[in-house]
């Protein structure tokens, strides 16, 4: 390992650190840290001719570079590979006039979204804004504006990359359209991105918060939250989570050990908020956040965790929400009963989402209208067993309405880009791996030929 420390060094400005460095393991460590990946050495790269640099060494010496911004989405098959932290790079560049951002590959959906509001516009954010928004958008991105607007891949103008020869390029539309279309959805296995440029989205009225019941109000807020999604305008947003407050002492009394059930909402101009007199019909509100937001504030809609946790997602698509699925939900996940599991949700998607466009990047369309999604968070190691039947008694309640299929974004440790691309979009993007890396040279965490 010396050597390789030693190798790197020369021919790198960023940092360095190989096993048996003070800090390796710490910053070699995901922030999902339930994988633990083994990897060579970790280089914190200065610019994007560091990246090309260390392109260009790791393949004379026959191994592999796994970029990780930050780890949400970790893999446990990056043994042997460097790890590329992006820290260093983390600019944001918004041209208001143009509604354009310019992003560096660490910059995160918070980062972004602080800019792009001090001009009224949004970004194409998820529900949490500490992830890196190069990473989110190179497996699509579906953001709380995708019905409105779609992937969040599709929104791109440019990527800089490092290709496998360790070449600096700009690549668009028009200068590489199968490089660009791969990279729109396919993930980071195809080269390394050290910029972005995308479209912003015009932001002013955006509003959304949370309403919180107890569980025993699920029925209540599932039949609400049908009815809602059924006439919802595509500039409105509403996912609908059964809770599993942990009895944690830090927690504040109501919510301690709360069986809950919430509505999520986000919504630009004042889409739709008509619809949303369906919730405030229903009597026990344990709190109501709703209200004019700032775009900086999107990110914290859903509550979710902002420190490194050990969690495992496990994801599907339905193919409908009907009144059979509704209550095969409630029965396997209903009030009382999501624990080992945090959260249970269901998210309502359509829309621009599920509009077949000729433009489209390798994200393509989600055509099932609503998406599942349970979250286990491992507070001991024994949890996992616990987590992972739990997840499985929940999709098999609902298998006759899943379609098997996950968007690259919510795939699981243990599930491969198979689950993620219908097969004539895999063997296209298998194609471009094998022409564009043939020595294999790029590792993303979910590999299309994996
Ligand atoms: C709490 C939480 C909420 C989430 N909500 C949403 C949501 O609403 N919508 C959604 O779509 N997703 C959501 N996700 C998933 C999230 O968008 C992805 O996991 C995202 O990839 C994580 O970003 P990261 O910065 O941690 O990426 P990492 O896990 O660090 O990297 C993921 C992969 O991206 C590739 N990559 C990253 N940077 C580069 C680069 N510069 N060049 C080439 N390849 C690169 C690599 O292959 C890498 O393995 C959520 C995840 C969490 C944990």
Same mark, same amino acid.
């Given at each position: 390992?010396?050597?390789? @420390?030693?190798?790197?060094?020369?021919?790198?400005?960023? +940092?360095?650190?190989?096993?048996?460095?003070?800090?390796?393991?710490?910053? $070699?460590?995901?922030?999902?840290?339930?994988?633990?990946?083994? /990897?060579?050495?970790?280089?914190? =790269?200065?610019?994007?001719?560091? %990246?090309?640099?260390?392109?260009?060494?790791?393949?004379?010496?026959?191994?592999?570079?796994?970029?990780?911004? &930050?780890?949400?989405?970790?893999? =446990?098959?990056?043994? !042997?590979?460097?790890?590329?932290?992006?820290?260093?790079? #983390?600019?944001?560049?918004?041209?208001?006039?143009?509604?354009?951002?310019?992003?560096?590959?660490?910059?995160?959906?918070?980062?972004?979204?602080?800019?792009?509001?001090?001009?009224?516009?949004?970004?194409?954010?998820?529900?949490?804004?500490?992830? $890196?928004?190069?990473?989110?958008?190179?497996?699509?991105? %579906?953001?709380?504006?995708?019905?409105?607007? !779609?992937?969040?891949? #599709?929104?791109?103008?440019?990527?800089?990359?490092?290709?496998?020869? !360790?070449?600096?390029?700009?690549?668009?539309?028009? $200068?590489?359209?199968?490089?660009?279309?791969?990279?729109?959805?396919?993930? @980071?296995?195809?080269?390394?991105?050290?910029?972005?440029?995308?479209?912003?989205?015009?932001? #002013? !009225?955006?509003?959304?918060?949370?309403?919180?019941?107890?569980?025993?109000?699920?029925? =209540?807020?599932?039949?609400?939250?049908?009815?809602?999604?059924?006439?919802?305008?595509?500039?409105?947003?509403?996912?609908?989570?059964?809770?599993?407050?942990?009895?944690?002492?830090?927690?504040?009394?109501?919510?301690?050990?709360?069986?809950?059930?919430?509505?999520? %909402?986000?919504?630009?101009?004042?889409?739709?908020? *008509?619809?949303? +007199?369906?919730?405030?019909?229903?009597?026990?509100?344990?709190?109501?956040?709703?209200?004019?937001?700032?775009?900086?504030?999107?990110?914290?809609?859903?509550?979710?965790?902002?420190?490194?946790?050990?969690?495992?997602?496990?994801?599907?698509?339905?193919?409908?929400? *009907?009144?059979?699925?509704?209550?095969?939900?409630?029965?396997?996940?209903?009030?009382?009963?999501?624990?080992?599991?945090?959260?249970?949700?269901?998210?309502?998607?359509? @829309?621009?989402?599920?509009?077949?466009?000729?433009?489209?990047?390798?994200?393509?369309?989600?055509?099932?209208?609503?998406?599942?999604?349970? /979250?286990?968070?491992?507070?001991?190691?024994?949890?996992?067993?616990?987590?992972?039947?739990?997840?499985?008694?929940?999709?098999?309640?609902?298998?006759?309405?899943? $379609?098997?299929?996950?968007?690259?974004?919510?795939?699981?440790?243990?599930?491969?880009?198979?689950?993620?691309?219908?097969?004539?979009?895999?063997?296209?993007? +298998?194609?471009?791996?094998?022409?564009?890396?043939?020595?294999?040279?790029?590792?993303? &965490?979910?590999?299309?030929?994996?």
């Amino acid at each position: 390992m010396r050597e390789l @420390g030693i190798g790197l060094r020369r021919v790198l400005r960023g +940092r360095v650190l190989v096993q048996g460095d003070e800090e390796f393991e710490a910053i $070699s460590r995901p922030w999902d840290a339930a994988v633990d990946q083994r /990897v060579v050495a970790v280089v914190e =790269a200065a610019d994007a001719a560091d %990246v090309s640099a260390l392109v260009r060494y790791a393949r004379q010496a026959g191994l592999a570079v796994a970029t990780q911004p &930050n780890g949400h989405a970790p893999s =446990a098959g990056f043994e !042997g590979t460097i790890l590329l932290r992006t820290r260093l790079m #983390n600019s944001v560049e918004v041209r208001p006039g143009e509604r354009i951002a310019r992003v560096g590959p660490a910059a995160t959906w918070g980062d972004v979204l602080a800019e792009a509001g001090k001009h009224e516009l949004v970004a194409l954010a998820g529900s949490t804004a500490v992830v $890196s928004a190069t990473a989110f958008t190179l497996g699509g991105g %579906v953001s709380w504006f995708g019905r409105k607007y !779609g992937f969040a891949a #599709n929104s791109v103008r440019s990527f800089d990359v490092v290709d496998a020869d !360790g070449a600096q390029l700009t690549v668009t539309r028009e $200068s590489d359209p199968e490089l660009f279309w791969a990279l729109r959805g396919g993930g @980071g296995d195809f080269a390394i991105v050290t910029a972005m440029e995308f479209d912003l989205h015009p932001g #002013n !009225g955006l509003y959304g918060g949370r309403i919180l019941w107890p569980a025993t109000r699920a029925a =209540a807020v599932m039949a609400a939250f049908r009815e809602v999604t059924a006439q919802a305008p595509d500039g409105l947003s509403v996912w609908f989570t059964l809770l599993q407050f942990p009895p944690f002492p830090e927690l504040p009394e109501p919510l301690r050990g709360l069986s809950a059930v919430a509505i999520d %909402v986000a919504s630009l101009d004042g889409e739709g908020h *008509d619809l949303l +007199r369906a919730f405030e019909a229903i009597p026990g509100v344990i709190f109501d956040t709703r209200g004019p937001l700032a775009a900086a504030d999107l990110g914290a809609i859903a509550a979710e965790p902002t420190d490194p946790t050990d969690a495992f997602v496990h994801s599907e698509l339905l193919t409908d929400l *009907d009144d059979a699925a509704a209550a095969a939900l409630l029965m396997s996940a209903g009030p009382g009963t999501v624990a080992p599991l945090v959260s249970v949700q269901v998210r309502h998607l359509g @829309g621009a989402l599920s509009v077949v466009r000729e433009d489209a990047g390798a994200a393509g369309h989600i055509a099932e209208p609503y998406m599942l999604s349970m /979250v286990g968070v491992l507070f001991t190691p024994e949890m996992e067993g616990p987590v992972r039947a739990r997840q499985e008694v929940i999709a098999s309640a609902l298998a006759f309405r899943t $379609s098997g299929r996950k968007p690259f974004t919510f795939l699981s440790h243990d599930e491969t880009a198979a689950h993620a691309f219908p097969a004539s979009t895999l063997a296209r993007l +298998r194609d471009i791996k094998r022409r564009r890396d043939p020595a294999g040279v790029f590792r993303s &965490n979910h590999p299309v030929l994996g």
